[in-house]
T-cell receptor
């Protein structure tokens, strides 16, 4: 079946502009995660959704970052007034339930954001 | 602070050899363990999950879990140059949704 999809695959923007990154999880997956990966670095957790609710936003780096999820499906990560340090690959992942022992996370292809 | 530790490598092995990747974790209550493979410029791809002590085999891959010693390992038999990638260990503590990732071990399989 279809995996996690993300759009756009690449985004180049100018410093100070706003950007929106989209994630379509695997159909039926209730849990959705956003991560950020800077060049050569590990995965940095940003936010977790269970359904449309975000019980954990602790990883969002600043108030310029926000995310929403509608209909228990598509999620959008918005970065306002982008800065050069926001340049990274933004990864979305989804899993079926979120809390079950056997629950497993699957990643999308990522969006590479470059802020000039 | 819940942590997952991996040797960053690179771990170099000749083609056809067994590659052994190790991971230790700090949260003794963890119940779910995962290995992901990440090729350069690509997103992480699930290789294996393991939940019980012992070995779990899938093709050329074997995951080993020892909860008492708090380590999980991944063995790759008959390593191929196409196995060259960064391998991420992820641990999910019991009762949480959060995955704790290690920084990954870079594996190089030499032809």
């Amino acid at each position: 079946g279809a995996g996690v999809s993300q759009s756009p695959s690449n985004k180049v923007t100018e410093k100070g502009k706003d950007v929106e990154l989209r994630c379509d999880p695997i159909s039926g997956h209730t849990a959705l995660y956003w991560y950020r990966q800077s060049l050569g670095q590990g995965l940095e957790f940003l936010i977790y959704f269970q359904g449309n609710s975000a019980p954990d936003k602790s990883g969002l780096p600043s108030d310029r970052f926000s995310a929403e999820r509608t209909g228990g499906s598509v999620s959008t990560l918005t970065i306002q007034r982008t800065q050069q340090e926001d340049s990274a690959v933004y990864l979305c992942a989804s899993s079926l339930l979120g809390l079950a022992v056997t629950d497993t996370q699957y990643f999308g292809p990522g969006t590479r954001l470059t802020v000039l | 602070q819940k942590e997952v530790e991996q040797n960053s490598g690179p771990l170099s092995v000749p083609e056809g050899a067994i590659a052994s990747l190790n991971c230790t974790y700090s949260d003794r209550g963890s119940q779910s363990f995962f290995w992901y493979r990440q090729y350069s410029g690509k997103s992480p791809e699930l290789i294996m999950s393991i939940y019980s002590n012992g070995d779990k085999e899938d093709g050329r891959f074997t995951a080993q879990l020892n909860k008492a010693s708090q380590y999980v390992s991944l063995l790759i038999r008959d390593s191929q140059p196409s196995d060259s990638a960064t391998y991420l260990c992820a641990v999910r503590p019991s009762g949480t949704y959060k995955y704790i990732f290690g920084t990954g071990t870079r594996l190089k399989v030499l032809a």
